[in-house]
């Protein structure tokens, strides 16, 4: 304590008073940082959550149960960066990549490179990404699968091929192939699939170049990076009445003003504010929907092979025992944009038919 305040002894209560508040005020501040982040309960889970599949939450608030695993290898497909473990999704997202691999194959793509789906169970991850959180995301890379198979190292330490300028914010021409434009119409045909995100400069590249018909453009959206892959978005899925979805895209094809903003400066200022914190730094359970908790304490399977994807309808092995922490979605009839609203991640997935492209509807 200075001089001044020993002369003034009449203050001596007020300073101790206000001494405790503050001190009561750090320790709560303490016990308030000290709560576990989400991205690190989440980040810890190596399996899924044995449980009916179901999402909860929003795209970049949630989490997920009953997820799948896509295998490392695929006769169409190779997973890429496999020590992150987010080659989890929701068995409709799983599905819907495995069948585009081998679309895309027949369309005459070499064979996907896929990046980040899902952790086991969603949730906020360690690193990257903002949503990916309810299983109903996935990375797909622009780059096509080479001829022989990759090493895990190759897997984990090889580039991407970036497709646009950083400085025009246009793509390379010497790098983009009607092959890239036919595998984002491929994946835009699928109806499950509500938006597809790429590079601004990949956009304007289909928009000055795509003839004929244009309807699936609406799906292809514009967002910064996504410059070396591209990122589908499938909506909320039957037997997840706690998903939220998104706002449906415009009937348009989205090349019109919006797309200008995008070769304007105004996108590309600095951040004012590079050093503030994201939302998944920040995320604790109390911020996520309340079933996460739930999700986050289920039991796991016996290994991840018990918990991957085939497809084609083979069986996926069978949890030992009912989980009942979860509520079982209803049953509705499957068909070519859903899965069984009810079928666990442990039990036989059927095929999903995916129908063409429907055509410009007229004026």
């Known amino acids: 304590m200075t ?25 709560v501040a303490g016990a308030l940082t000290a709560e576990p982040r989400a991205k690190d309960l989440f980040g810890a889970k190596k399996l899924p959550a044995v449980a009916a599949a179901q999402s909860f939450g929003f795209y970049s608030k949630g989490c997920f149960a009953g997820g799948v695993a896509i295998p490392m290898d695929g006769p169409t497909w190779e997973v890429m960066r496999p020590s992150r473990n987010r080659r989890w999704g929701h068995p409709a997202m799983i599905a819907l990549v495995e069948k585009l691999s081998r679309d895309a194959h027949a369309d005459g793509w070499p064979g996907l490179l896929i990046g980040d789906i899902s952790q086991p169970r969603g949730g906020p991850m360690l690193t990257g990404h903002a949503s990916h959180q309810i299983g109903l995301d996935a990375d797909i890379w622009l780059t096509p699968m080479p001829s022989r198979p990759l090493s895990t190292r190759q897997r984990e330490e090889m580039s991407a091929t970036l ?24 994946a835009a045909s699928y109806p499950e699939v509500e938006r597809i995100l790429v590079n601004p400069g990949i956009k304007k590249k289909l928009c000055d170049t795509v003839t004929g018909d244009r309807s699936w453009l609406r799906k ?22 706690n998903c939220k979805g998104q706002a449906a895209t415009p009937a348009d094809d989205g090349c019109g003003k919006p797309l200008a903003w995008w070769f304007t400066e105004e996108p590309w200022r600095p951040n004012k504010n590079p050093d503030a914190p994201k939302a998944r730094d920040l995320m604790t359970m109390a911020n996520l929907p ?16 018990a918990a991957t994807y085939h ?15 979860l509520p079982t979605a209803p049953e509705v009839p499957s068909g070519a944009a859903a899965l ?12 999903i038919g995916i129908p063409l492209p429907r055509p410009r509807p007229g004026n």
């Open 340 to 351: 069984p609203a009810s079928a666990s991640a442990f039990a036989p997935t059927p095929e």
């Open 290 to 305: 309340r079933q996460c908790q739930t999700v986050l304490d289920a039991p796991a399977p016996a290994s991840a092979e």
């Open 220 to 241: 292809i959206r514009p967002f910064w990076g996504h410059d070396y892959h591209f990122h589908i978005r499938i909506g909320c899925q039957p037997g997840s009445p």
């Open 3 to 27: 001089t001044s305040m020993r002369s003034l002894p009449g203050r001596r209560p007020f300073l101790t008073a206000m001494m405790s508040i503050l001190a009561l005020t750090g320790l």
């Open 311 to 325: 497809g084609g309808g083979v069986p996926i092995a069978v949890a030992a025992e009912p989980v009942e922490a």
């Open 163 to 186: 497709m646009v300028d950083e400085k025009t914010h246009l793509v390379k021409d010497g790098l983009w192939k009607p092959m890239h434009t036919r595998l984002l119409k491929r």
